[in-house]
């Protein structure tokens, strides 16, 4: 029923997993930021992939699922200061760009593949902490889960915020939402304004930011393909960015634990103890 495969296509190794009876797969690059290139149902792939991006490692891929960590957004002037220290660090952090270990596959109750990134020398010029990182992404039906376990091995609190940033493929910038968000932050211009007068994204550069979320989920509908996205995740993750780019067949919904610039901000980081680890999950299920 479930089956794992992997090949080298131009550059990369990519890990194939599926759902042979729903008819459901997950195509993985390690080698690429550990990130998840594609996600079909019933034969429809649902995210958008810009293999130009994918395949230029100078430059951020279009597509996908990147993963985020340590950290969310942006910083300001792309630096922030650490117990008298500055440091610098790329947009979303630098997990995404890194390559991670496959440490598991499993193939018999589900699909899965169990990555791993691990500190060092290069990380700890961006972020002076130890750590483990481990994923794994279980297809199974028409569902994928990401498990997620942030470790800290460091001699100090570690401060994260996490996030997701999906690609859905639809060129419809103006979905409905299905969400408890009664209030959202439009970063175009910095106005708190209401999640029923609708999320437009239609003639915007910037995010939305979906800020009183009590449950955790929300679900839209990609138009093109008449298919119902709902996304679960874990209590941490306390926001949902909104974005787009114009004239791009895609639209962003990203879960994060902490607003952008959290690290110069200081006023809602997730800290892991020290030897502790966090252990979190984002599930995506289309019907």
């Known amino acids: 029923m479930y089956e794992i495969t992997k090949e080298k296509d131009e550059k990369f190794t990519i890990y194939h997993l599926k759902d042979k009876e729903s008819g459901s797969w997950i195509k993985v690059a390690p080698e690429r930021g550990g990130i998840i290139t594609a996600f079909g149902v019933d034969g429809v792939e649902t995210l958008f992939l810009n293999k130009k991006t994918f395949y230029d490692e100078e430059v951020n891929v279009r597509g996908g699922i990147p993963i985020l960590f340590p950290i969310s957004g942006q910083l300001r002037d792309g630096e922030y200061e650490w117990k008298g220290t500055v440091y610098k660090m790329k947009n979303h952090g630098f997990a995404r760009n890194l390559p991670w270990e496959v440490i598991d596959t499993q193939s018999d109750e589900c699909a899965s593949i169990t990555l791993k990134l691990t500190s060092n020398e290069k990380t700890k010029n961006a972020y002076p902490f130890d750590f483990e990182v481990i994923y794994t992404y279980i297809l199974k039906d028409n569902q994928l889960q990401i498990l997620q376990e942030y470790v800290n091995k460091s001699d100090a609190e570690m401060p994260i915020y996490a996030g997701f940033h999906p690609y859905f493929k639809t060129s419809n910038k103006n979905l409905d939402y299905e969400t408890d968000a009664k209030t959202y932050r439009d970063d175009n211009d910095f106005e708190i304004k209401n999640v029923a007068d609708g999320l437009d994204l239609s003639d915007k550069k910037e995010s939305f930011v979906l800020l009183d979320v009590e449950k955790q ?35 962003c919904v990203e879960p994060w634990i902490a607003q952008t610039d959290e690290m110069n901000r200081k006023e809602e980081l997730y800290f892991v103890g020290i030897g502790e680890s966090l252990k979190t999950f984002l599930t995506i299920s289309v019907q």
Request: net charge negative; hydrophobic share 35%; proline share 3%.
């Open 217 to 251: 989920e929300i679900a839209f509908t990609l138009p093109e393909i008449d298919k119902k996205v709902t996304m679960n995740y874990g209590e941490e993750f306390k926001y949902v960015y909104l974005w787009t780019e114009q004239g791009q067949d895609f639209l």
